[in-house]
């Protein structure tokens, strides 16, 4: 038996698509644990791009079957549409394809009131896919799920319960409330579409498992927008930490056997909330060009910011990482001073602690190492890196307490340096 999940450790988009994709070459079963379509994950294969929100980035390895949890959030329109995508390329995704039958869906009035909301001055930089406001739906207990639309007069009783406890939100913020009519219509033939991918999915994984399958489970967002453990209220709506696992698929915590953890060599954040080592003007720019740092869902681009050892720390505690798999070091390249935050001075003096609820009255202290010109993308190990690359690579892994198990160096698959393969040996 072997369960491996793979966990943002910071704000997102630390590279969780390629990772997944490496890894999958010893999978049996790749199992999306939480998120919606708000979660873009770049996979890049030869010269070849391909994003996905919902489907499990292992999709690209034809061997292995990927799932989708109950505790992910689904887009019918949106899941279809990167089915065809996927099926155009010549991948047969739905012969590979499984989605949890209780998965709830988003519908038309979920991204009417996120993006209603996302206009006022409430704001906190959503991406206004519809996500939270169907997890609010769910923990409401009138949310629509997949196996609802086998049903069409049951999918419009569910939808008009839901609707009258929206309306007077959407009306408050200026929105007109749609009929009933037409969000059961705007969804209902991709939603017919995907019935034939429904299934247990927890079953199929427990089973799995239990045959000595090799399982790898893939998380979304990353740790600091955890709803629990995040930087609330500027956090995503759903557990993004590796305990998110055993909920969102339905599978007890002794199945899991390691846990690894995506962080960037430098940190990025979307939307609002605070981002203590944020970097502006030129740095910034070079490293958000270089690093291509805009979403691969909103295209909008993303903030940048020297890595954050204490909230790295954090993140090690609170998934309970085995190792880290350390992405995007080439982007550094050039740079003649790398920074890194190694402690907060807070009211209450200095701490190596992450300070989640007082970041906006912390200051971050930082440690200065040389940087480095040269090109690192083609190293085949770590003793092929600039003695520069190497040192910094070093001292965020002593300074986290957790060993690497990769350390990514270019988008492509060849592009990486692995150490460790937590599923490989297992």
Wanted: some cysteine; aromatic content about 6%; hydrophobic content about 40%.
């Amino acid at each position: 038996m072997a369960g491996v999940i793979i966990v943002g450790a910071q704000w997102g988009d630390e590279g969780k698509g390629k990772v997944v994709d490496i890894y999958t070459d010893e999978a049996d079963l790749v199992v999306r644990y939480a998120g919606g379509p708000n979660a873009g994950h770049t996979l890049v294969v030869g010269s070849e791009k391909v994003v996905v929100r919902l489907v499990p980035s292992g999709i690209l390895r034809r061997d292995a079957l990927c799932l989708l949890g109950q505790g992910t959030v689904v887009d019918p329109k949106v899941l279809v549409g990167e089915l065809d995508t996927l099926d155009a390329k010549g991948l047969s995704p739905r012969d590979r394809m499984r989605v949890a039958e209780r998965a709830h869906v988003i519908l038309s009035y979920h991204i009417l009131v996120d993006g209603l909301r996302e206009a006022t001055t409430s704001a906190i930089g959503t991406t206004k896919r519809g996500v939270g406001p169907c997890y609010e739906d769910k923990a409401a207990r009138r949310g629509i799920r997949l196996r609802d639309f086998r049903n069409r007069a049951d999918l419009a009783a569910r939808v008009t319960k839901a609707l009258a406890a929206w309306a007077p939100t959407i009306v408050a913020l200026g929105g007109e409330v749609p009929t009933v009519e037409s969000v059961v219509e705007d969804a209902w033939a991709a939603g017919q579409n995907l019935l034939p991918l429904l299934a247990d999915t927890a079953a199929l994984t427990e089973r799995a498992l239990r045959d000595g399958k090799r399982v790898l489970f893939e998380g979304a967002q990353g740790t600091l927008l955890d709803v629990d453990h995040g930087t609330y209220p500027y956090v995503t709506s759903s557990s993004a930490i590796a305990g998110g696992a055993c909920t969102g698929v339905g599978i007890g915590p002794s199945r899991i056997d390691a846990v690894v953890g995506l962080a960037k060599a430098y940190c990025t954040r979307v939307g609002g909330g605070p981002f203590p080592t944020e970097l502006e003007g030129e740095v910034a720019d070079r490293i958000r060009k270089v690093g291509a740092e805009f979403g691969s869902v909103t295209g909008r681009p993303r903030r940048v910011g020297w890595v954050d050892l204490p909230a790295l720390r954090y993140a090690v505690r609170l998934n309970g990482l085995d190792s880290i798999a350390l992405t995007k070091l080439d982007v550094l390249a050039g740079l003649q001073t790398i920074r890194a935050c190694v402690a907060y001075d807070t009211p209450s003096g200095r701490t190596r602690e992450f300070p989640v609820d007082e970041l906006e009255s912390a200051t971050p202290v930082f440690s200065d190492f040389p940087g480095f010109s040269q090109d690192v993308s083609s190293a085949k190990s770590l003793e092929e890196l600039p003695k520069e690359a190497l040192d910094f690579v070093r001292f965020v892994e002593a300074e986290v307490e957790c060993p690497l198990s990769i350390v990514s160096i270019g988008p492509g698959r060849d592009q990486t340096i692995v150490l460790a393969h937590p599923l490989r040996d297992a």
